[in-house]
């Protein structure tokens, strides 16, 4: 059982208050990572419905395999994330629990990138970005592949970040250099960890599904 | 020590079995949406990977990010991102589908 008081900062007289407000806070700031994402994907669909057949065409040229197994990747890394989360919260002194799930969280972050890269890879092999060069034949798949760009773009750099901040917990945690026990930063870093993952979710039948059954 | 020792165990076993249930909800939802995706069902395909969304996303923010026992000011901020979210696609999509029928 440990003490709260090593954790509290300034300018809060006392960690009640503290949790509270970094929860409020990390809430409202992933709120308006909702609206950023929001508008991206209602782009998408307003293209969509506006040229259902290029949007199926271009759908079918992702690579199903990379996106669902990077899917898996994601909800799993939530799992160990969760775990990390919710062992600090218990305050029950399980560290090597606390720290391998947080190892595990970056891991597979890291793995996702990786199955993305050989993705994007093979994408740019195929000519699937929009220019002069685009190799498929109806332009307005340029538009899907636009937003594809931008959208998984945007999401690795929200994924890169939650890594850089998982890893430092990670360390932090393994040098004892910070208490692991009731810590709030593991709860609003996994907080953040899990929206990086939501939004992946909605992005899964967006990018990789259309025009499969067709 | 060893009191403790079985303690801590018991208590991670019931965080890995209540999260890895979870867990495993995720997988089964991920196997359906791919699953269904290659199901010709006209307009019904597309909803069904979008409804299999919501449903997984609703599982990650009620039980893994905990909205389901935050507190009132937690969940009202949360709700505020997926609110003004509604109004920007009711309103868009409102303006886009009556251009579309009327062509």
Redesign the interface.
């Known amino acids: 059982m440990s003490e709260t008081t090593g954790l509290l900062k300034e300018p809060w007289q006392y960690f009640e208050r503290q949790r ?1 407000a970094g ?2 806070g990390i ?2 700031f ?6 950023f994402f ?2 991206l994907m ?1 782009t998408y ?2 293209c969509r ?2 040229n259902v057949q290029a949007f199926a065409a271009a759908g079918r040229e992702t690579n ?1 395999w990379y996106g ?1 197994i990077n ?2 990747i994601l ?2 890394s ?2 160990t ?3 990390a989360s ?2 600090a919260a ?1 305050n ?3 560290r090597r ?1 606390i720290l391998w799930c947080l190892a595990a969280t970056a891991a597979l972050g890291l793995a996702f990138l990786v199955v993305k890269g050989f993705e994007y890879r093979e994408d740019i092999e195929k000519h699937l970005v929009p220019g002069t060069h685009f190799g498929l034949k109806q332009p307005t798949e340029q538009l899907f592949f636009g937003l594809y760009w931008i959208v998984t773009g945007v999401h690795a750099v929200h994924l890169t970040i939650g890594i850089v901040m998982v890893v430092r917990l990670t360390l932090l945690g393994y040098l004892n250099k910070f208490q692991l026990d009731e810590n709030p930063e593991i709860q609003v870093t ?2 953040y960890w ?1 929206l990086v ?2 939004i992946w ?2 992005l ?3 990018i ?3 025009g ?3 | 020590m060893n009191t403790h020792n079985t303690h801590s165990r018991t208590i991670a076993w019931k965080l890995w079995r209540r999260n890895g249930l979870i867990w495993a909800a995720l997988m089964l939802l991920l196997t359906l949406t791919l699953v269904f995706a290659y199901v010709p069902m006209g307009l019904v395909t597309p909803a069904a990977g979008i409804v299999i969304a919501f449903v997984k996303a609703g599982l990650v923010i009620l039980l893994f990010m905990e909205l389901a026992k935050a507190r009132p000011l937690i969940r009202l901020a949360a709700m505020a991102g997926v609110v003004f979210l509604a109004v920007l696609f009711a309103l868009t999509l409102a303006d886009v589908l009556s251009r579309l029928a009327g062509r």
Request: aromatic residues 10%; charged residues 10%.
């Open positions: 509270e929860t409020f809430w409202v992933l709120a308006s990572e909702v609206l929001g508008a209602l669909t307003v419905i506006e199903i669902t899917t898996a909800l799993t939530s799992l994330m969760a775990m919710q062992a218990a029950e002194g399980l629990l996994g907080l899990h993952d939501i979710i909605f899964y039948p967006l990789y599904l259309p499969r059954s067709s």
